[in-house]
């Protein structure tokens, strides 16, 4: 079996490149990241480079405690990873034989799917129903009782839709399998999860310092669950997968709630503003409590994608037998930005 790839759209030099454009001049539309650069981390990261001639801990205790304090959990209950896609990988390998059974509702984020194959399981696809996309709760609870693994993205990239903790606890009952919450945008919506954590001897949650924390170049994220689960993943861990410059700015953003809050502020008001603008457009954009919008921008998605992309505005498409060909997805980034990009968007539309 061919394991597929994850696929990431060109870099923005290769962008700027063909575009004959600055690469200062290239917005990132596609990776749902922060848009505001990470100056308070500077002098950090700077102090970090004096002893780069060491390892970092190995049991990167301090980010364990750090993420711990935030959550009211204990440390045995935390394992951090680069990112949570790493900690998405190694669930998959803590969790899943060749030939059991994974199931999640899609679309949903793709590495779920990768990280199955990785594993070769079986990843059964619960699809949510256009227009709006709401996770089909029934179906959920139904396909994860004779699943080993149920994948979660709450709320769910690329549609936005989120799920309630009681439907979420509605799917760990229905399961003896584990339940893995990929809760990369819970600083949107709100819900800490910890308490689910400390409920249920079956759910992984992952956090990552990636979007609200701003921090996606650091590469840190963090499983939290009950200790044997930590344990399993703790065992498959890469032994020093986070470098101590990113350690040293995560245990500081940690202990700052103040970053993400700030975003989660700043992009809820740029976002409604960058919504009713794309709707002016005559795009259908779904309802949205994260940092980003999926718009039905109908058969010329591509077309239009990519000459955004001529200009240096890079945003999210979808490949063939997604069901999302004719969506396009926008990070809301500052309100100068998304402005360019209405501008633009006005330019090219007839
Ligand atoms: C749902 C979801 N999970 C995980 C990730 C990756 O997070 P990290 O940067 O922590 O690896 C993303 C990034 O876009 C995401 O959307």
Redo the contacts with the bound molecule.
């Keep these: 079996m061919t394991i597929p790839r994850y696929k990431w759209q060109p870099t923005t030099l290769e962008i700027a490149a063909a575009a004959g454009i600055d690469p200062s001049d290239v917005i990132r539309f596609d990776?749902?990241t922060t848009p505001w650069p990470t100056n308070w981390a500077v002098e950090l990261a700077a102090a970090a480079t004096a002893d780069l001639n060491e390892y970092p801990g190995a049991s990167y205790l301090g980010i364990r405690k750090a993420a711990a304090a935030r959550h009211g959990l204990e440390p045995d209950q935390i394992v951090p990873g680069a990112?949570?896609?790493?900690l998405?990988l190694l669930a998959a390998r803590a969790f899943l034989q060749p030939a059991q059974v994974a199931a999640a509702v899609t679309p949903t984020?793709p590495?779920y799917r990768i990280a199955c194959a990785q594993v070769g399981a079986e990843l059964r696809q619960v699809p949510a129903v256009a227009p709006a996309f709401e996770v089909p709760l029934d179906a959920i609870v139904s396909a994860a009782r004779d699943a080993d693994l149920v994948w979660l993205?709450v709320p769910n990239?690329p549609t936005g839709a989120n799920m309630t903790p009681e439907a979420v606890d509605a799917v760990i009952a229905s399961t003896d399998g584990i339940v893995v919450v990929?809760a990369?945008?819970a600083e949107f919506t709100g819900t800490d999860w910890a308490e689910q954590v400390v409920q249920h001897t079956n759910l992984v949650v992952?956090r990552?310092l990636?979007k609200a924390f701003a921090l996606?170049g650091a590469?840190v994220?963090y499983a939290m669950a009950h200790s044997s689960l930590i344990d399993r993943i703790d065992a498959l861990r890469p032994p020093g997968s986070i470098a101590s410059i990113s350690v040293a700015l995560a245990e500081a953003a940690l202990r700052r709630p103040e970053l993400a809050a700030r975003a989660v502020e700043t992009l809820a008001a740029a976002r409604d503003i960058l919504a009713a603008d794309l709707r002016s457009l005559g795009f259908r954009v779904l309802a949205s409590e994260v940092n980003f919008l999926l718009c039905e921008v109908g058969a010329q998605a591509g077309v239009i994608a990519a000459q955004l992309r001529a200009r240096g505005l890079v945003v999210r498409t979808f490949p063939e037998e997604s069901g999302l060909e004719e969506y396009l997805r926008f990070t809301v980034r500052s309100r100068e930005q998304n402005d360019r990009l209405i501008t633009t968007l006005r330019e090219l539309l007839p």
Aim: proline fraction near 0%; charged fraction near 20%; include cysteine.
């Design positions: 990776h749902n990112g949570a896609d790493e998405i984020y590495l993205c990239n990929d990369a945008y992952l990552t990636s996606a590469r994220g």
